[in-house]
Nanobody
């Protein structure tokens, strides 16, 4: 069983920045992929960015060039640096993890990001 604990959400003005963090807690961890999703009211949850242990990263087109995902494997933590934020980035952001040899996937509790003047 893995628990993902998120932090870093909040209210920011357009053009501002936020840094989200997500730490995985479990007796044993063998994380394959950590990712960030987001979901706005009335919309489907979508992948924002993902990162593998070997450093491979992927981004949604809507955030490419503005967001950066990074992992600190020693701390079992993934970050999402969000720059040049836009109102359309407003959503609940969820951390997600997949493990090797584990059929389950795991979700954080969600952290609200609101971009508004």
């Amino acid at each position: 069983q893995v628990q993902l604990v998120e932090s870093g959400g909040g209210l920011v003005q357009p053009g501002g920045s936020l840094r989200l963090s997500c730490t995985a807690f479990a007796s044993h961890l063998n994380i394959k992929v950590m990712a960030w999703y987001r979901q706005a009211p009335g919309k489907q949850r979508e992948v924002v960015a993902s990162a593998t242990g070997d450093g491979t990263t992927n981004y949604a087109d809507s955030v490419k060039g503005r967001f950066t995902i990074s992992r600190d494997n020693a701390r079992n933590t993934v970050y999402l640096q969000m720059n040049s934020l836009k109102p359309e980035d407003t959503a609940v952001y969820y951390c997600h993890a997949l493990q090797y040899f584990d059929v389950q996937n795991y979700w954080g509790q969600g952290t609200q990001v609101t971009v508004s003047s």
